[in-house]
């Protein structure tokens, strides 16, 4: 699997993360490697970057991704892009 994420660095802003992919091949889903992959990335961001939030842009009929993020990584919808 594999995460890429980069810090936002916003003037004016707290310092926080952004993960731009997250991809576990299909054959190695359902061991938790994506949990496991989030969770190094949330904890490099807060120990390298100081990082207070974590953000991300997930389709809303991605049901796999929302279950993961919302109740497994228990991240919130902060807002909704009609056009994403």
């Given at each position: 699997g594999r995460v890429r994420a980069h810090q936002d660095e916003e003037?004016?802003?707290e310092?926080?993360?952004h993960?731009?992919?997250l991809a576990v091949k299909r054959s190695?889903?359902?061991f938790g490697l994506a949990n496991k992959l989030m969770d190094q990335t949330a904890?490099?961001?807060i120990e390298c970057?100081?990082?207070k939030l974590?953000?991300?842009n997930i389709r809303v009929s991605n049901r796999a991704a929302l279950n993961l993020y919302q109740n497994s990584l228990k991240f919130s919808t902060v807002?909704?892009?009609t056009k994403f």
């Open positions: 003037s004016g802003r310092p926080n993360g993960i731009i992919s190695y889903r359902c904890r490099a961001m970057f100081n990082a974590l953000s991300l807002d909704v892009e």
